[in-house]
């Protein structure tokens, strides 16, 4: 059974870090795409950044909205996807979902979170004050 488990949600002000953790379990790395998505008022569904193992002339993706700001990688303990944000923005204040697939979308307007296809956390809250 495949498990991802979301962590490391909070509040912060703008400006501040955060990081987030997705531990998996169930799936082999090299096999998916892991990444994050996230759900705000107005913004039903948004991919924000996504590791690909799969190709190994793969790079990170990052939304626009977050590039420069945010970092995706895998971890240690190895079954591990981190999140790092910085200088956070109240537009980042979302839910966080950690997701899993052969290849994760673009929510191009549609509710990709939570989807019967892939595989899905329960999210964590990142509330982000001005």
């Known amino acids: 059974e495949v498990q991802l488990v979301e962590s490391g949600g909070g509040s912060v002000q703008a400006g501040g870090s955060l990081r987030l953790t997705c531990t998996y379990s169930g799936l082999t790395f090299e096999d998916y795409e892991v990444g994050w998505y996230r759900r705000a008022p107005g913004n039903e569904c948004e991919l924000v950044s996504t590791?690909?193992?799969?190709?190994?002339?793969?790079?990170?993706y990052y939304a626009d909205s977050v590039k420069g700001r945010f970092t995706i990688s895998h971890g240690n303990p190895k079954n591990t996807v981190y999140l790092q944000m910085n200088n956070l923005k109240p537009e980042d204040t979302a839910v966080y979902y950690c997701?899993?697939?052969?290849?994760?979308?673009?929510?191009?307007?549609?509710?990709?979170?939570?989807?019967?296809?892939?595989?899905w956390g329960q999210g964590t809250q990142v509330t982000v004050s001005s």
């Open positions: 997701a899993a697939d052969t290849r994760l979308r673009l929510c191009s307007g549609r509710p990709l979170i939570g989807s019967d296809r892939g595989y």
């Open positions: 590791l690909n193992s799969i190709s190994s002339f793969s790079s990170p």
